[in-house]
């Protein structure tokens, strides 16, 4: 029997009509469904915020006001087969709080985000059985979805969990995504990481197809929080969304193709409440004609920090300081540049001031310099870095525009062009290049 992967994240977990259109939508999956949920919307979030700022008095109050979320959406939990266990669940869920005010490992943490993929397994498994549709919760530690790594920014251990994975026969299982069990406990897959779940169960299991449902209608050329109308993508190859994942937000967890490519198990992209709509496929590249760019991805408002080592100084050290000290205050470090004698990270505008206090209170290394804002582009498209003609055509554009647009330096690549422009250009250089590039809708 072909086994089809459905994956809902939290933008299809809002509210009433999203939780019938889920319904719908396993009733007409065809042969076995198997579905991996995330967190409610706004679950992770709201758990993220008690845990880093909540006060330990507050903690029932607070798992209170996350069963109501879950009870509004899905009463027929309370009457479930699976309610004694839903109840289990929140109380876990108090003593993880409970226990990591008092000792902040990391596996208590990734234990206490976990439960909100687990309600929602519960919830959803529990709306499917009141309509007819046998379902039951299974959670990642219980099937068997292995990770490598600890905290927040594990991976998926592919080997162990193809051999291990089990899910329940005779109802669809709902697997929770995100997170999974390592050599030290609990672990998440970083944001997105429910994507990187199902097309891993996808390829343990042999999968057919795996479609990830989603509020919008499939894969923009460029980010719909630029507000320009761009074309949709009816297709990218799996080098091109990985690509792009990396660049443009909300696309895909960017590992999430990997464990399709040696299979070659197709990936949809489609809008939940519009099955009709083919939405976006992503798989094997099928490029005939010439390269041309199939997407913009951009990475805005990031300021360069970096200094100069003197010969007494560690290349690897300095970086690795440098890192751990600005992971512990979770910041994120969009690029990073070393070479001997000189280190370049780039972080968001926002926490730039943050970070380089943090830098330069370090002892062991040198007080950072701060650059001028600048936004990364990423032109994707197969073939593209071998074509001299588009980065031409690039620089063409937007020298025609008054754009300052310079190139990077690392090593080319086959699918992908890398460019910066100063920060306050960037709906500039995006409006005129899309233009130029034939991406905005006609």
Known sequence: MSIHVHKFGGSCLSDGSD??????????????????????????????????????????????????????????????????????????????????????????????????????????????DARGIP???AWAEEVGIHLIGRGEDARIDAVRTKALLGIPAGAIPVITGWYGISKGGFALLGRGGSDLTATAVAA??????????????????????????????????????????LFSEPVLHPSAVEPLRQPGIPLRLKPLHRPEVDGTIIGPSVRSDLPAVRAVGCLPGLVPLSWNLSSALSLAESVTDAMSALSRARIRVADIRAQPGRVRLLVPSRTAARAERILSEKPSLPTPSRGKSISILCFVGEGIGEDE??????????????????????????????????????????????????????
């Open 389 to 442: 003609s588009v980065m031409a055509c690039i620089l063409d554009e937007a020298g025609e525009a008054g754009v300052k647009i310079s190139f990077g330096d690392d090593e080319s690549r086959a699918h992908a062009i890398h460019a910066t422009v100063p920060a306050e250009q960037t709906e500039l250089a995006l409006k005129k290049l899309c233009e130029a590039l034939d991406l905005l809708a006609p």
């Open 135 to 137: 379902a039951m919760p």
């Open 204 to 245: 343990a299991l042999d999968a057919d197809s795996v479609t990830i449902w989603r509020d919008v209608e499939g894969v923009l050329a460029l980010s719909p929080r630029w507000t320009l109308p761009a074309r949709n993508l009816s297709n990218l190859s799996y080098t091109e969304a990985a690509e792009l994942a």
């Open 19 to 128: 939780i019938d259109a889920i319904v719908d939508r396993i009733r007409e999956s065809p042969d076995r469904a198997v579905i991996v949920v995330s967190a409610f919307r706004g679950i992770t979030d709201r758990l993220l915020d008690q845990i880093d700022h909540g006060q330990t008095h507050s903690i029932s109050a607070f798992v209170a006001s996350i069963e109501l979320t879950y009870l509004e959406r899905v009463p027929e939990v309370a009457t479930s087969p699976w309610a004694v266990r839903f109840a289990e669940t929140l109380h876990h869920l108090a003593d993880c709080l409970s226990d990591h005010a008092l000792d902040p490992r990391p596996d208590l943490r990734a234990d206490a985000l976990a439960c909100g993929e687990r309600l929602a397994s519960l919830t959803i498994a529990a709306v499917l």
